[in-house]
């Protein structure tokens, strides 16, 4: 099944797609957008052209597994995205994805303004291969 994973942020949300045999996640975009319903608008283009099966949005939980205003804000998204789209929504926790993206960036060299515009979507890969894995 064709997945989506979102990573949602304050500035940038990050997508990536796994394969129909869900074995392996792949970075898409960044969508740099604050306001949310040019966000969904946005999603929805996305969701349009590459008909996704299901939607995984990251869950940013605390450290101490708690749930914090950002999880609720997450939690809306999935929210508007169910009021607009007839497809499966989950949430993934996405403790520490930002971090392993990051590593994995360095580990490949990339610095600067070329991270800040990949990371996000790094952290959606991160996102949508954990739960890949955890759903095996």
Excluded: W
Aim: contains cysteine; glycine residues 6%; proline residues 4%.
């Amino acid at each position: 099944m064709k997945i989506m994973s979102i990573d949602y942020g304050d500035a940038r949300t990050g997508i990536a797609f796994c394969d129909k045999k869900e074995i392996l996640a792949s970075p898409y975009t960044v969508i740099k957008e604050k306001y949310q319903p040019k966000l969904i608008e946005k999603l929805l283009q996305i969701i349009s052209n590459e008909n996704p099966e299901k939607i995984v949005i990251g869950l940013p939980r605390n450290m101490d597994g708690s749930y914090g205003f950002r999880c609720d804000e997450c939690k809306a998204l999935g929210d508007e995205l169910l009021k607009v789209c007839d497809l499966p929504i989950e949430f993934q926790d996405e403790r520490l994805t930002t971090v392993i993206a990051h590593d994995i960036l360095s580990g490949n060299n990339v610095r600067g303004k070329k991270r800040k515009e990949t990371v996000d979507a790094v952290s959606a890969v991160m996102i949508l291969q954990s739960y890949i894995d955890s759903h095996k």
